[in-house]
């Protein structure tokens, strides 16, 4: 990356952010832990990482694994679900074949920043809902329509823009143009 300083403080910003939520987050299944139903999805995630569904009339991809994040965090919590998507991310960042100077740093940078997104979003999720984990309290579906479309938009709105942010600092260009550019 080649990041002005403000966009280096930004970047270190999210990643010291990033590791905090991700630290709390193990915290919190240490001390209570959940089923072993969620090593199945977390595997599946791992598995989905590098498949990508492209979006016909737009120029973005959706990552398959996205799906099983989603079922992490509606039946067994916040945590589980923040812990499954950085556990991707960073499987799916170590095994790319493009390696820039500053690697360390941008796989920081998107473990913590997906991490942020879905940890944030869950959290209003829940916080919106009510309810507890589905592996802890069944709840009717429909019930969880628009707090689920919440829940993915404000996942792909805070993990696109902090990337957008990221990457405008590091081209010398607008956020909102190269997130505009690629949605």
Known sequence: MNLTPKGQLYVVMVAAAGLLVIGHCITMLLASPIGWEWAILAGLTLLSGSFTVRVPTFRARISVSETFVFTSVLLFGTCAGTLTVAVDVLVVALSSQRRT??????????????????????TLFYLVT???????????????LW?????????????????????????????????????
Do not use: D, K
């Open 101 to 122: 100077r500053n690697e360390p740093l941008r796989v920081l940078f998107n473990v913590s920043s997906a991490s942020l997104s879905i940890w944030t979003a869950s």
């Open 147 to 183: 707090p689920l479309v919440m829940l993915t938009t404000v996942h792909f709105i805070l993990n696109s823009g902090m990337v957008a942010i990221a990457l405008g600092t590091e081209r010398n260009e607008s956020a909102f143009e190269i997130g505009r550019a690629h949605v």
């Open 130 to 144: 009510g309810i507890a984990p589905l592996s802890v309290e069944a709840t009717r579906v429909p019930e969880l």
